[in-house]
């Protein structure tokens, strides 16, 4: 927002006193035996802790949670009043009304941004485009079934005989209406605003599409792991194991949130190397174990709206696109207009659609483990 030309302006704050992120190292004590400081920062330009042993390492870690803790004090105590905080967001904006509207509306898109979809079947099945009049077949290995989905989106089919596959294609649409009305009252851009949930809202039907398909698929060769703990390191490598034992790599563990929570809980620091054990401290992600790669999805469905795609309780895990499967692309996510002007009304329409097909060409390349008591939905089971 401030490459809009909206001014940045420094305010007083708790944290201005040190650098809290990079605290200067503890120096060791006077005579007096009180704590000094020493000149060199606490961290180097690599995030490295600068000690002389381990000794040391402990000590500064000491003086770095003292830092931490104090900090931390001072910001949960009551630092400004409501007063003092009105007057310093007056002060920025210069009480120009004018100027704070700009700043909610260049804030609209960035908590938004936060809470949407980003679909990812696309990077479980190996996606391409095919050409105008194409036919799509895969090769599949002998007796090896394949899975396929129907025209109507849902419906899976399980293909035995033969070694090729002629995977159908289906719709993925989305029909959004805006009344002009709605576009003179709102405050934002609601016209961009549903192009975006529209195409978002097609992520999540491929997603769940996928899903189901993967779900289906992982019982064909594999046995379906029974969890009736929380997710931890066993549970992973035994639904690894379910993979691997034909010889295949599993490059994907796929979750829901509640699952990660239980990874997070499960593994010590100190099962991490260095390098992803501070990453997980810092930032809290947890992007992958022993190299393969953690999808993560959030969202709960609520009464008309769909915003979930793995389940709670159900994780998969799933080699490259390559050896699993493929997500042909005939027509690519298009948007036409579809106002209703000449019925009289005052609404603008648009038309989103895709069409593609999904085909599981390997069940082998697929695991899936399912936590006790957990309910899967009717669109995946």
């Avoid at 290995?141 to 293909?159: F, K, P, R, S, W």
């Avoid at 070694?163 to 009252?185: D, Q």
């Avoid at 189901?212 to 997710?231: F, P, R, W």
């Amino acid at each position: 927002m401030w490459s809009n030309g909206m001014e940045k302006k420094k305010i007083a704050s708790p944290y201005n006193d040190e650098k809290l992120l990079n605290p200067k190292a503890y120096g060791g004590t006077d005579s007096a035996g009180r704590a000094k400081e020493s000149k060199e920062d606490m961290f180097d330009s690599k995030g490295q802790m600068n000690a002389w042993d381990h000794k040391d390492v402990l000590t500064q870690q000491q003086k770095y949670s003292e830092v931490r803790d104090k900090y931390q004090r001072k910001a949960s105590t009551n630092f400004y009043s409501p007063e003092e905080k009105q007057r310093i967001v007056e002060s920025v904006f210069n009480g120009n009304e004018a100027e704070r509207m700009r700043f909610g509306a260049e804030m609209i898109p960035l908590i938004l941004d936060r809470l949407d979809y980003e679909g990812f079947i696309r990077q479980v099945f190996k996606a391409h485009e095919v050409a105008q009049g194409q036919i799509i077949s895969y090769e599949k290995d002998i007796n090896v079934t394949a899975l396929v989905i129907q025209e109507d989106g849902q419906t899976i089919e399980t293909v035995v005989k033969g070694n090729r596959v002629f995977p159908p294609e289906f719709w993925v649409t989305a029909f959004p209406k805006i009344n002009m009305s709605e576009i003179a009252r709102r405050q934002y851009d609601i016209v961009d605003r549903t192009h975006d949930k529209a195409t978002w809202q097609i992520m999540l039907q491929e997603d769940r599409a996928g899903l189901a398909e993967l779900y289906a698929a992982s019982t064909l060769e594999n046995n379906q792991i029974s969890i009736s703990s929380s997710i931890n390191k066993t549970v992973l490598e035994t639904m690894q194991l379910e993979v691997e034992r034909h010889r295949l790599l599993v490059d994907k563990f796929i979750i829901n949130r509640a699952e990660l929570g239980d990874l997070k809980k499960n593994i010590n620091a100190i099962d991490y190397d260095p390098v992803t054990s501070r990453d997980v401290l810092l930032t809290g992600i947890f992007a992958s174990i022993w190299g393969v790669n953690i999808f993560v999805s959030a969202g709960v469905d609520e009464q008309g709206l769909q915003n979930v795609s793995v389940p709670e309780g159900v994780v998969f895990a799933v080699t490259e696109g390559r050896y699993l499967g493929a997500m042909p692309v005939r027509i690519s996510l298009t948007m036409l207009p579809a106002d209703a002007f000449v019925f009289g009304k005052f609404q603008y329409g648009y038309l989103f659609g895709e069409m593609i097909g999904m085909a599981i060409l390997n069940p082998r390349a697929v695991a899936c483990g399912v936590k006790t008591g957990a309910t899967l939905p009717s669109w995946m089971a």
